[in-house]
């Protein structure tokens, strides 16, 4: 099993050109959650890289054992996965490791001026813990992620709009972006949507690419969710939990729909971007540390 | 045993999939009114109760209050006809249930004690009446003997108490140590020792075929008689384990007549790879070919990509999900296998199976007993058991394919792949290489060791019978890999822990263990250390297992804290099961008593030779004798909807292929979402480069000329890539022959030729082999419902993969046509070349005449367009395959769902032309501005067709053959599967 690599030219000429320097705009660090089947942290780290926040991705059972402390970060995100292989609910059995053992730790955080994001298993981690709605701080399960309407794990991309302004919303028209999840249809009593719309805690909603409202019609709503809801934050709107995947779309060429688009753009003599829409995102949670 | 079981049983208050689950059913032809489901956990302890306090507190750790609802050890009280409880069989991997376990457990801050546990079901509530067979038929569809097993109650049975608790717990009686078989016997005698396995001196009955033949039998007698003793059945078994067909590779490593005396593998798939790396010089793209679990290709200065696909056929047949699960997580291993250890960073599939809508009534044993599956049922299990085991582990699956034909309606093939993606250094090490040392202890990690996928690698070489051990199927456990996965390959390995890693694949650890072995030569293994599931395992039984989800490493004793401390913190288990040593001998201990002693010359290569004979006749079938018809709308129509030309885009949405961030042409492209014949995404973020895959297969033209059809399997594998814009400089190959009735001299014939098919195109193309897998006998034999034998061969199949590098993902082009006025070529001459193609099988015939392929113009041509997308002026590329030109020009103009006009040549049978598989062809489309560059770049090749127009398809020869709406087209091609 040896092979000399020495003397080898660069294939193509161009990986020798570095990739663009990504400036740090904040000195608060974000924790990114991983373990037990969490499988989005790689390119969560990278999305905030590119955004200007620096991170650590920490292994849940090295927080619990105080290898961590989570009150070096200002950011705490969940990312997105298939923890516990979805057994027992997805997000439930992961949520109950952080319950079980972390929860004092997390409301000390919860206080203090920090963020928690939650995307896919990530918001179905937030939902179980109650961390999202949280009405009056009562972190108790007023929403749910149930199984899509089709019974199967959908993956493709959707097209979201801001429900509401908020320090997450800012600046955005539209995301486009993923999901791949098989429990992403979003539940809860007539009760609560009505405290969340009054609240302003709709957040994204899934649409048509028009934007005009998907009305529960699949496949711009992907999975039935109630009044297409997408993401929702908490009452003080620090928590977000969000079932689209951002992250996986932060360049161009990441969109479904980049070769057709470029068509259109070249011919008319526009320049390409190199980012997505969907940074936007991003850079709004950094610069709210900034 | 258990003292004591509680029984939760969780619903939903409404459960929204309630209406598609019961469609789907009814769909199958089952009329049901509803089919609800209740989700059951069993505790079954002995070392402690829980209270009506606790269960209720275990029950809320277990649902969701907002939209579900449970009860303790009380029937949930619905109104239905039937009840179906269907549960897991002793020993099968229950994931549903250890995750309860571990919710408990961290509950309570408690551990089980070994034999408690949290064991799965689900409960089905059946409303409707239904006659027995449908009732016999529903249960089939919901349970798989082989690893479920299965209550059924009427709703008066029900009654109050409902079902009955059940615990699958395992029984084993405590077998001897380990005993010495007796190899001087009569022939006969020998020869079903080797067929049917070593007689169990408890029971009597055959532990499971060895494989072995007489001959290598004879060897391994003359072998221990000059040691003066008998094998002990650990020795046997392992030794049937190493020298099976799955390891060996017996067929490929034969000679084989008088003009290949050195094997199949080592003259057309190594020997093209030789040949091509010495040609390339400078240029070679290999890192590692063909001695590591996958083989690998430079990605750029930095990385290196893996890629290696295998099959899983025979255990995929019994149980479709466990099987194509466990082929898609072991595959996986191929991966964090490789070298040090590298990501997986892209899955890939590809499914033969018979056609869905047949229903065959065939058995595995006489008197209809052991049926096989149906179709349908093994698509859903494969498609879901794939699906399952990429989405869990974080790895996105962008590309995969179907091939549908009655040939695989006895036995399935089910391809498994991983690209995995690895520095090419960490610090001062490469880490592609890997050396155990003499002293470096052996560690087990991953998974437990249980009784399951007994004989696996011996199993899947002999043809499917009646007496298929059911221990061979096992159901993988995507979460206890995902977490072993990232501990080695996100920390372990630039931590620098360990020296030398492999996977636990056919064979188990007497298989990886005594692979390792050879880096040092020798190893010392204590089977009393390993970790089991359930005790009562003999020391054979240990040895062989293929329990799923475990590595194992070498570690230098000064790492070991460190290693075992991290993988702890991981809450991933492992085991010091020994020492590697340079004794030159592989010596198993169990208890204190030596099990296994043999020189691991002996073990790796005391296999006798064989030399095989081969015959070929070249067969001769008939042609069809329709006229072409006057309009060919309706043709057009029929073959879209053809299963495998059809749009089977419910798969590529079931599976995730956005993860790790990268997508950049998926699976489905264009508004008109066509599949695609390859995929490109990034494996590095930070990188322009990109991986690309594809593939060609061509099962039909085997049986015409099995030459050709490795070209065109060759061929098209290759052009997906080009047609993205990869250049044929960067492009890897991997071979996948999966054939039938290997033993006959025909099908060895057919063999032969297809080899140097893969030798003279990969040579000429320079698209070297790094990595291929072969399994020979993919035949069922079995009997009809008149008690008939029956034998069903797949066609002699062969799978080219191809992995290739882009340089810039952002001037990779997409298949759908993009804007109206745009120009249509078809590059590449089309010949009259239907034989075995789908058109021919649409008239009913088979034909004669497969696609030639003139390589010299091909590559040219293929360089060419390589060159002007790299210009940035191609709009779309389509390669023409499966079902010819029309089909290509309607999946153009459906994935951009905007219409196109088209003239064919005259003089030609426009059915002909039209549907012709000719190889080297594309539909590109290109914008009016580039119509200059782009003809000066391609010249001759560039043959404008029509132009993107309107909202319909119409193509005109010398009158008008086709004009369809877009939106007919995209009715037809996405028709047959709708439902699924």
Sequence with gaps: ?290 | MTSFIHRIEVHFKQDPRLKTRTAKIRSLGIPIRELCLIDVYTIATSSRDFTNDELDRIGAQLISPLIQEYTIDTATEADFDYAIEVGFLPGVTDNVGTTAKQTIEDYFSIRFKDGDAVYSSHLFFICGKLPEDALQKLTTILANPLVNRVQIRTYEEYGKKGMDPLVPDVHLHELPASEAVDLDLDDNVLTRLGKEGIPDTLTGQRRGPLALDLRQLHTIRDYFSKKGRKPTDVELESLAQTWSEHCKHTIFASAMDDDVPNGLYKTFIQGATNKIRREKGDKDICVSVFTDNSGAIHFDDTYIVTHKVETHNSPSALDPFGGALTGIVGVNRDTIGFGLGAKPCLNYYGYCVGDPDSDPVLYRGKNKTNPILSPRQILDGVVRGVGVGGNCSGIPTPQGWCYFHDRYTGKPLVFAGTVGVMPIRHKDRNLFEKQANPGDLIVMAGGRVGKDGIHGATFSSEALDPASPVTAVQIGDPITQKKLSDVIIKEARDLGLYRSITDNGAGGISCSVAEMAKECNGCHVFLDQVPLKYPGMAPWEIWISESQERMTLAIPKEKLDDFMDLVQRRDVEATVIGKFTDSGRCVVEFHGDVVMDVELDFLHDGLPKKHLKTTYTQKKYPEPGTPCPPRLDQTVLSMLQRKNICSKEFISTQYDHTVQGGHILGPVQGKGRVQATASLTKVVLDSEKGVGLSQGIFPLYSEIDPYLMAAAAIDTAIRGLIACGISLDNIALLDNFCWCSSDEPERLGQLKLAAKGCYDFATAFGTPYISGKDSMFNDFSGFDADNAPVRISVPPTLLISSLGIHDDVAKAVSIDAKIEGDVVYVIGETFPELGGSEYFSFLGSIGNTVPKLDFKKVISRYRRLTAAIAKEIVASAYPVNHGGLAMALAKVAIAGRIGMEIAIPSGFRPDYYLFSESLGRFVVTVSQDNKKDFEKIMGFDAIQMGTIRGGALRITGQKNIVDLPVEELEIAYKSPFLRY
């Design chain 1, 1 to 290: 099993m040896k092979t000399t690599i020495s003397g080898r030219k660069n294939l193509s000429g161009r990986a020798g050109k570095n990739s663009p320097p990504y400036p740090l705009k904040t000195d608060a660090k974000a924790i990114i959650m991983s373990g037990y089947g969490i499988n989005s942290e790689m390119e969560t780290q990278e999305v905030f890289k590119r955004a200007g926040m620096d991170s650590d991705i920490v292994h849940i059972n090295d927080l619990i054992a105080g290898r961590k402390t989570l009150s070096d970060y200002r950011l705490l995100v969940f990312p997105g996965g298939f923890s516990y292989g979805d057994d027992t609910g997805a997000g439930n059995a992961y949520a109950n490791r952080v319950r079980n053992n972390l929860w004092d730790e997390l409301e000390r955080f919860l206080d203090n001026d920090t963020l928690v994001l939650g995307i896919c298993n990530g918001f179905q981690i937030l939902a179980n813990l109650g961390l999202v709605p949280a009405f009056d701080k009562k972190y108790e399960r007023d929403i749910a992620l149930m199984p899509n309407q089709k019974g199967v794990l959908e993956c493709r991309f959707v097209t979201l709009k801001p429900a509401s302004d908020n320090i997450w919303t800012r600046g955005i028209e539209r995301m486009y972006c993923p999901i791949a999840h098989g429990e992403g249809n979003f539940f809860c009593s007539p009760e609560t949507l009505v405290h969340l719309k009054t609240k302003n805690m709709i957040t994204f909603q899934y649409c048509r690419d028009d934007l005009s409202p998907a009305n529960g019609e699949y496949p711009d709503n992907p999975n039935g969710s109630t009044e297409d809801i997408a993401g929702i934050t908490s009452e003080d709107g620090k928590v977000l939990g969000l079932m689209p995947h951002p992250e996986r779309a932060m360049n161009f060429t990441n969109l479904y729909d980049w070769p057709y688009q470029k068509e259109i753009m070249k011919r008319a003599g526009k320049k390409l971007p190199q980012e997505s829409v969907n940074m936007q995102f991003f850079k709004n949670i950094v610069n709210y540390f900034c």
